[in-house]
């Protein structure tokens, strides 16, 4: 069993892990934790698939997806998100201030406007110039691994065992203009279930909506598998689906249970998992499925 708090997320984030690490030695909730964990990397410029500075869809628009969902299953979400860096905060206040999970595009704008979110030009100089030159071919390909440091999704449990998790992108870069990923839908991008424990994913969304990834892996754990191989199970669902076509695409599940034990698994190589435990904040490089 793993001690108490913990927190770990996707990618190589030790700034956003000690941020959420932060919050939970300090008596703050789980909840808050991935919140504030998350926000770093949102305001983050160098950060090119989140918050600000993410890359642009093929138009040039920065559209941001995030979810948060707590220990009692209520959760919030934003989708195709405009002029807002932090649309973890924004997902936070839909969950807590309305009747709804989801607002997308002008209404979870004017929403967040209403709550006081500054609008602000997300895309910077340097997301601006790597859009221009993709235009030059506007060859769009699901690239594998972007860089090490991509949509962040986070799970921390605090001292009480309460679990909570959060997820935040800019969605795949030169994506079509209006496209979803899986980050801001419940069960595919994320899922907690205080229970049990909790999931989330990154890479190419759209496998991950198709096996309903993170719900999958917590449910898998439910039926007894370790946070591990319930990660690997359910890379297992897309890989092993007659014509994939997995070589050409990147997914990776971090869990963690209500023992507070953690597991990771992608793909392809080069998938990691930042973990702070025990007074440890390190990356932890991911098993994967094509060796
Ligand atoms: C998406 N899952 O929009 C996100 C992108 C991502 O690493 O995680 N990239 O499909």
């Known amino acids: 069993n793993g001690s108490l708090p913990l927190v770990i997320a996707t990618w190589h984030v030790e700034n956003a892990t000690a941020k959420a690490m932060e919050v939970l030695q300090s008596g703050g909730s789980s909840l808050d934790a991935v919140e504030q964990g998350c926000m770093v990397e949102e305001a983050n410029e160098k950060g090119q698939s989140v918050g600000k500075g993410g890359l642009p869809d093929r ?14 299953g209520n959760c919030g979400s934003v989708v195709f998100l405009k002029d807002i860096k932090h649309a973890v905060s924004v997902a936070r206040k839909v969950m807590e201030d309305t009747p709804h999970v989801m607002l997308a595009g002008d209404g979870a704008k004017q929403f967040a406007i209403s709550k006081g979110f500054e609008v602000e030009n997300l895309l910077t100089e340097a997301s601006k110039k790597a859009w221009e030159e993709w235009k030059v071919k506007s060859e769009y390909k699901p690239i594998i691994n972007i860089e090490n440091h991509d949509t962040i999704g986070m799970l921390a449990i605090d001292k009480n065992g309460d679990i909570s998790g959060a997820c935040t992108t800019s969605g795949l870069a030169y994506k079509m203009a209006g496209r979803v990923g899986d980050s801001p839908i419940i069960g595919s991008g994320l899922f907690v279930d205080n229970e049990i424990g ?42 092993n689906k007659p014509n994939s076509n997995y070589k050409d695409f990147q997914v990776g599940y971090i869990a963690v249970n209500k023992q507070g034990e953690t597991g990771s698994y992608s793909i392809h190589q080069w998938f990691s998992m930042t973990k702070f435990q025990d007074g440890k904040n390190e990356q932890i490089q991911s098993d994967f499925y094509n060796k």
Do not use: H, W
Request: proline share 2%.
């Open 59 to 72: 138009d040039g628009n920065v559209t941001l997806d995030a979810c948060i969902m707590d220990k009692y």
């Open 198 to 239: 909790a999931c989330v994913a990154t890479g190419l969304g759209e496998e991950v909506v198709k096996t309903v990834g993170s719900f999958l892996v917590v449910e898998l754990m439910r039926q007894g598998k370790s946070p591990q191989q319930a990660c690997e199970e359910a890379i297992g669902r897309i890989v």
